[in-house]
């Protein structure tokens, strides 16, 4: 329709409803102030443009999410950056929109760095030459701070990552999101609605308190026209490090992410046992893929790194043969 924007959510009013800029479907929405004054239809935000010339650079755009906290999310998002930039020829970077939580920083042994303006824009931190990593976690006077925003000043702070780090041309950008559905997902969704997304990978746990959640994330990304790459189970079973036998944590007791994979015709990437010691090196901001590579747990990150490869080297082969 004429008067909806092509970066607005599924369920928008239109930009010549009398609901326009304060209906449910507005909240987070990046033109939301624009609709509801009236000016919507003759000044979509410019930010949507800026976006699209700067993620020009960027060949692939990964979210990663998950309909609830604590299932791994960040430290899956962690490993990804790791396990990428493990080929020294790719340019990887790493964006944590997790406003109010941000654990990258921890994870990536980057605790206590700032962030530097140039000319060109902010500095991404770097973890080696090729991994650059930017997180809110970086503007805060101490990792103990918390961050107290309304859905606004969140959404404006997500526009100025994706608008004014200077990331140069890299390869794979990897987007760590917060657990939900809410501001933060609707606004990177929204301002990289133009610049064309690869897709979503969503995370769980076995337990079905946590496939309820993920159910509704799913429902998310199709009501909004996110790709989904798949799904991945984290801390499914338990693989003791001395004697490799495996035992069940976190029981599936309705048939875990494979049964809902199953059923929702989404991709199972893999699943990945628990393993003590990923928790120890997210604490020491080490890689535990390359720190231990003799674990169960690596060879199902490696391959699950491996499948997400694929995936977006095929969209990429796709998009030039239209062009």
């Known amino acids: 329709m ?12 239109g930009i010549k409803s009398t609901e326009a800029g304060k ?10 102030n624009l609709c509801a004054s009236g000016a919507g239809s003759a000044a979509p935000d410019p930010a949507i443009g ?4 700067k993620m020009a650079l960027v060949k692939h755009k990964i979210l990663i999410l998950s309909g609830k906290g604590g299932v791994g999310k960040s430290t899956f998002s962690a490993h990804l950056a790791h396990g990428l930039a493990e080929d020294d020829t790719k340019q990887i970077a790493l964006l944590d929109v997790d406003i109010c939580g941000p654990s990258i920083p921890k994870m990536m042994g980057l605790e206590g760095e700032q962030v530097h303006q140039s000319g060109s824009g902010w500095s991404p931190v770097y973890v080696e030459d090729n991994l650059g990593v930017m997180s809110v976690g970086f503007l805060l006077s101490s990792p103990d701070d918390a961050v107290i925003w309304r859905g606004p000043k969140k959404n404006g702070m997500i526009k100025q990552f994706l608008r004014d780090v200077d990331w ?5 950008l990897i987007v760590d999101t917060p657990p939900g559905t809410s501001d933060e997902h609707l606004s990177v969704v929204q301002y990289l609605s133009a610049a064309h ?35 991945v189970e984290n801390m499914s079973g ?18 875990g992410a494979e049964k809902m994979c199953r059923d929702l015709e989404i991709p199972l990437l893999g699943k990945v046992p628990l393993d003590p010691r990923i928790g120890k090196h997210c604490d020491k901001g080490t890689s535990f893929l390359s720190e231990v590579p003799d674990s169960p747990s ?21 998009c030039n043969q239209k062009v």
């Open 23 to 32: 209906g449910s479907a507005c909240q987070g929405c990046p033109n939301q």
């Open 197 to 231: 997304i690869d897709g979503a990978v969503i995370i769980t746990t076995p337990q079905e308190v946590s496939l309820q959640d993920v159910r509704k994330e799913i429902n998310f990304c199709h009501k909004v026209k996110l790709p989904i790459i798949g799904v």
């Open 238 to 255: 338990f693989v003791c490090p001395k004697c490799k036998n495996e035992s069940q944590i976190f029981p599936p007791t309705t048939g």
């Open 168 to 172: 140069g041309e890299i390869d794979y």
């Open 2 to 13: 004429a008067d909806i924007p092509e970066n607005a959510p599924g369920d928008c009013p």
């Open 298 to 318: 690596t060879a199902v990150y490696r391959n699950i790194i491996q499948k997400i490869q694929e995936h977006c080297d095929m969209l990429y082969r796709e």
């Open 50 to 53: 800026e976006i699209k010339e």
